[in-house]
């Protein structure tokens, strides 16, 4: 895998009637490993990056992605196929906005 950003370099904003636990399990199908790292949180990993999904309203995704520009919409992908409204933002190094993903 390559290495992962010191810090988080996506973020997302999720709208839709799913829950945290049944947005967990859609990445689950997709390759992605889980854990509960909290109350109302997740923690999702894969060789693509380290994200932690919160249960709030609306559901909020952030994390590291390695190659953000490449992993980000597989990400993306992974919402889609669940029709899941949402707002994705894509950060480089400095903090710069590489990119915004959205549906």
């Known amino acids: 895998m390559a290495e992962l950003p010191e810090g988080s ?19 689950v199908a997709s390759g992605w490993s889980t854990r509960k790292s909290g109350r109302d949180s997740h923690e999702l990993r ?11 309203d609306p559901l909020l995704l952030h994390g590291a992605l390695t190659n953000v520009l ?3 919409p597989r990400v993306a992908d ?4 669940a029709d899941i409204k949402f707002a994705l933002e894509c950060y ?8 915004e993903i959205s549906q």
């Open 9 to 27: 370099n996506l973020y997302a904003t999720l709208h839709g009637s799913l829950t945290a636990p049944q947005v967990v399990e859609l990445f």
């Open 46 to 56: 894969s060789n693509q990056g380290e994200l932690v999904l919160e249960a709030q």
């Open 92 to 99: 480089g190094p400095n903090g710069e906005l590489l990119a």
């Open 78 to 81: 992974v919402l889609r196929q």
């Open 70 to 72: 490449e992993n980000a």
